[in-house]
């Protein structure tokens, strides 16, 4: 699970990290410059946030302050719910690789698949192949 955040503004970037770590939340800030890069070209500054407990600390700092009945706001909702649940899970603490996705995690997922599909934002998903030893009822 993998949030990112895409500016050519490193000043802009930074600020954004800033109060990220701020809310208890410890983001990785990348510089992309490319071997063959155009003197024209920006730099592209990514912010990267990876995991669940990052994902579900920060999405329930921000959550309040976005603006409801918005796509954004519904997937941001339906991801904070889909972190709950998979943390809420004994066998994931301390095994997380190993945890099978139970049938309201597996629901979720489809959600945010769905919510995705109504947007012209580019998002990529993984593909999940579903197997019965993946899925614990």
């Not at 000043?11 to 800030?29: C, H, Q, T, W």
């Not at 920006?42 to 302050?65: C, M, N, Q, T, W």
């Not at 959600?111 to 934002?121: D, N, V």
Request: aromatic share 10%.
């Amino acid at each position: 699970m993998r949030l990112t955040i895409t500016n050519t503004d490193k000043s802009l970037i930074d600020y954004a990290a800033e109060i990220m770590r701020k809310v208890g939340v410890n983001p990785f800030v990348y510089d992309h410059r490319r071997k063959r890069q155009m003197p024209h070209w920006k730099v592209r500054y990514d912010i990267h946030l990876e995991g669940i407990k990052r994902h579900a600390a920060f999405l329930s700092k921000v959550l309040p302050f976005w603006f409801p009945d918005t796509i954004k706001r519904q997937r941001a909702e339906i991801c904070l719910a889909f972190c709950k649940e998979r943390l809420s899970h004994p066998k994931f603490h301390g095994d997380p690789g190993h945890a099978k996705y139970t049938t309201r995690e597996l629901a979720l997922f489809g959600r945010i698949k769905e919510l995705y599909g109504e947007s012209s934002e580019a998002m990529s998903i993984p593909v999940i192949e579903v197997t019965e030893d993946m899925v614990h009822a």
